[in-house]
């Protein structure tokens, strides 16, 4: 629900090099920002707490209220559900995220303006057309559309929730007296990353195949060139939609997580997902730091080369964790094996710049196409997820055991 569409449209006039200490000699990496003449805070930073349309915010903030007044006025049998977390507490999970949303998005933008040599993209990526676009390269036609977008997906995501507390018990787990050990709890989370992922990597490249989909769809999110953290769900309404039925909702109906594992999933996703598009691969992205150790872990270098690749980027769609990619042969590392990356690569980076340094072969800008790429296939896999999250849910009369 976070959102910061204000338009930033500062241009870059006097290049102020800071090469990092720790680049070999030769390997200078410039950024240029704008003078302090140029910009206000306000234009410069995403808002620590306000989003870039402030009625949204406030209508954010008197639906959020609603729902706490309901839950702390009416009596417990008219709006708790069996099996769920109370209202109350739905109520707090709901107001946490949207404050995480805001004060992590502007943590992960203090990163990049504060560390410029681990900013992905160099100057030259960043240099921009126009005086008249934002820093992320969006003109202020296309930011007052992602403002209303913005607006529409707060709305549905807030129905979508509400709705799914309401028809399906035991989605937002309650507390239990009892736990499972903890290495099965750990190893449920993972599973259900990988669900989550599963469903939302088909959605993603469906997206990018079927034309319809890319030009009235997801065209939105890429409209940002040069990721920034502020732009994780500046997207089509329906495209933060279907995330997160095809993602969230069927991976707790499919791998249904306990309590506290719930409210560790999500957090975590809220971190990862910022970070992905923070435009800094390094140390400072707290839960890509924390999935390193995953086979084929994806850092957030992939996926802003990914956002380079624009209409073209059949590669890079995981949403978490990276090892669909691999599986089904569209990872690239992209700027991985260069200076301003070098202390956030992966294992699988170096093994595939290394693999194609033997074969003297420059890493390809595209991913071979697969019968998986024609319109009428990509989206089976999807198809495939929602059909067994709904025969789950009908085996048990609608409740998630």
């Given at each position: 629900m976070m959102s910061d569409s204000s338009p930033s449209t500062g241009s870059c006039k006097?290049?102020?090099?800071?090469?990092?200490?720790?680049?070999?000699?030769?390997?200078?990496?410039?950024?240029?920002?704008?003078?302090?003449?140029?910009?206000n805070f306000c234009d410069h930073f995403s808002s620590l707490l306000f989003s870039g349309d402030l009625s949204m915010t406030l209508l954010e903030i008197a639906l959020l209220s609603c729902v706490t007044m309901a839950g702390c006025a009416m009596p417990t049998e008219w709006v708790n559900v069996t099996g769920s977390m109370p209202l109350t507490e739905l109520s707090a999970?709901?107001?946490s995220m949207s404050l995480i949303r805001r004060f992590y998005n502007s943590y992960c933008e203090a990163i990049f303006f504060t560390f410029p040599e681990c900013r992905t993209q160099g100057t030259r990526e960043h240099t921009l057309a126009s005086s008249k676009k934002d820093l992320c390269g969006r003109d202020k036609e296309k930011l007052e559309r992602?403002?209303?977008?913005?607006?529409?997906?707060?709305?549905?995501?807030?129905?979508?929730?509400?709705?799914?507390?309401y028809l399906l018990p035991g989605y937002f787990p309650a507390v239990k007296e009892t736990y499972d050990p903890w290495y099965q709890r750990i190893g449920r989370l993972?599973?259900?990353?990988?669900?989550?992922?599963?469903?939302?990597?088909?959605?993603?490249?469906?997206?990018?195949?079927?034309?319809?989909?890319?030009?009235?769809?997801?065209?939105?999110?890429h409209w940002a060139r040069h990721p920034l953290s502020r732009n994780t769900y500046q997207d089509h309404w329906?495209?933060?939609?279907?995330?997160?039925?095809?993602?969230?909702?069927?991976?707790?109906?499919?791998?249904?997580?306990?309590?506290?594992?719930?409210?560790?999933?999500?957090?975590?996703?809220?971190?990862?997902?910022?970070?992905?598009?923070?435009?800094?691969?390094?140390?400072?992205n707290l839960a890509h730091t924390m999935q390193r150790w995953l086979p084929y872990a994806q850092m957030p270098h992939h996926h802003d080369w990914h956002h380079e690749?624009?209409?073209?980027?059949?590669?890079?769609?995981?949403?978490?964790?990276?090892l669909w990619d691999c599986v089904f042969g569209t990872r690239k590392e992209g700027r991985a094996m260069q200076p301003q990356?070098?202390?956030?690569?992966?294992?699988?980076?170096?093994?595939?710049?290394?693999?194609?340094?033997?074969?003297?072969?420059?890493?390809?800008?595209?991913?071979?196409?697969?019968?998986?790429?024609?319109?009428?296939l990509v989206l089976l896999p999807v198809a495939g997820v929602i059909a067994a999250a709904a025969v789950k849910v009908s085996k048990n009369s609608g409740a998630i055991m």
């Open positions: 006097t290049p102020r090099p800071r090469p990092p200490s720790d680049l070999p000699s030769g390997l200078v990496y410039v950024h240029c920002e704008p003078s302090s003449a140029d910009l999970y709901l107001w992602i403002a209303l977008h913005d607006m529409l997906t707060m709305l549905s995501q807030l129905a979508l929730e509400i709705c799914i507390y993972v599973l259900n990353h990988y669900v989550l992922s599963f469903g939302m990597y088909w959605l993603h490249r469906g997206l990018h195949v079927i034309p319809w989909l890319w030009d009235h769809i997801h065209s939105f999110h329906l495209d933060n939609l279907g995330n997160a039925i095809v993602g969230h909702v069927c991976a707790q109906i499919l791998v249904p997580l306990d309590h506290d594992m719930f409210w560790l999933s999500r957090v975590f996703r809220v971190l990862e997902s910022l970070e992905k598009h923070s435009g800094v691969s390094c140390r400072y690749g624009h209409k073209a980027c059949n590669f890079t769609f995981s949403s978490i964790g990276g990356c070098s202390n956030s690569f992966t294992s699988e980076d170096k093994w595939r710049h290394n693999n194609n340094s033997k074969q003297n072969e420059p890493q390809k800008q595209h991913s071979k196409k697969s019968v998986m790429d024609r319109p009428g």
